[in-house]
């Protein structure tokens, strides 16, 4: 059954069915609007993916992009240390786009909203004369009322820049799927793709961070992007020069054996390749490596020192990438324009 057969309202109606309503939601989808529950600190991001763009039908499962659109945005809430409440989706669908393709899409919604403790609490559909788009706004509340959400302005001279899991891995994925011939083992193909069509917000490594030394995490965002062009955002929105050190970024082994059956370096994908999805943190830098400790212990995820925060200069904040002392050159992060 294709989307023109069952109808907006029918399809509506038949997604409503598979969607928990969970805490912090009293009226979810099916009225004029949704209704929460008070938030103290309300918080919100948005983020969209676009068929062609971030996305290709033959390269991945609705049910894995379900979660990949929800995955995306709760990043952006852990960057700022808030949790998820409300997910409203929006959809660009084709009239003869299959009611079962669909479906399996919400379900990954309601994957995500489960694993993160969210409702999918409404949204809306319009009829697109060719690629599927899907842009999700996610309501969320801070986690540290005290402190407030962490942003990309709190970086402060002197912090230390660490970085959450490993670097380059999305890329890697994405090249898996450029080049499908390569040879690599069954392990690692399956690992980088996972990466890259499945990032795991962290979530409850911010949540760790904070309940352990809220004071210490100065600032944060997460790698969307790029460690290269993301540094570049913390720099400018707070006034530092960050000095980054390749020597110390976490690479992991399996994006190291992609790169070398592709003859390319893997530094390049973990600085520029972008939809990591892993924190980029400025912290105090008193007491740190005791705080990166014990957060690894709760959470279970690696936390890496890769440089620090210094005094921007008379030319203004800048981002220095350092290879054995030297400046080394990056390719340009993505953007869309």
């Excluded at 005290?146 to 709190?154: D, K, N, Q």
């Excluded at 979530?203 to 944060?220: F, N, T, W």
Aim: proline share 4%.
């Amino acid at each position: 059954m294709n989307l023109s057969e069952i109808g907006e309202f029918g399809l509506i109606a038949h997604l409503q069915k598979g969607l928990e309503t969970r805490a912090g939601v009293q009226i979810g989808i099916g009225d004029d609007a949704a209704v929460l529950e008070s938030l103290q600190r309300p918080i919100v991001t948005m983020d969209a993916l676009v068929e062609g763009v971030h996305f290709r039908r033959d390269w991945t499962t609705p049910r894995a992009l379900g979660r990949k659109a929800m995955a995306v945005n709760v990043s952006d809430l852990a960057a700022s240390g808030a949790r998820p409440v409300a997910a409203f989706v929006s959809l660009a669908l084709g009239a003869d786009e299959m009611v079962e393709w669909i479906e399996e899409l919400y379900a990954g919604f309601e994957d995500a909203a489960r694993e993160w403790g969210f409702s999918v609490a409404g949204g809306d559909m319009t009829r697109s004369r060719g690629d599927v788009m899907i842009s999700v706004a996610l309501v969320g509340e801070v986690l540290n009322l005290a402190r407030g959400p962490i942003l990309r302005s709190g970086a402060r001279n002197g912090d230390v820049l660490v970085v959450s899991g490993t670097l380059g891995d999305a890329a890697a994925g994405l090249a898996l799927l450029q080049t499908p011939d390569i040879a690599v083992s069954d392990a690692t193909r399956q690992k980088m793709l996972l990466r890259h069509h499945e990032p795991t917000p962290r979530l409850h490594l911010m949540s760790a961070l904070l309940e352990i030394d809220a004071d210490a995490v100065h600032g944060a965002l997460d790698l969307s992007d790029g460690l290269a062009g993301d540094a570049v955002h913390l720099a400018r929105r707070s006034g530092v020069s960050p000095q980054i050190e390749t020597g110390w970024l976490p690479i992991s082994p399996q994006c190291r054996e992609v790169a070398a059956a592709l003859n390319t370096d893997a530094l390049d994908w973990a600085l520029a390749g972008g939809e990591d999805y892993e924190l980029l943190l400025a912290l105090a830098p008193e007491g740190v490596e005791t705080l990166l400790l014990e957060t690894e212990k709760r959470c279970g995820v690696p936390l890496a020192i890769i440089g620090k925060c210094g005094a921007q200069g008379e030319a203004g904040p800048r981002v220095r990438i350092l290879e054995n002392g030297a400046t080394r050159q990056t390719t340009r992060p993505w953007t869309h324009f």
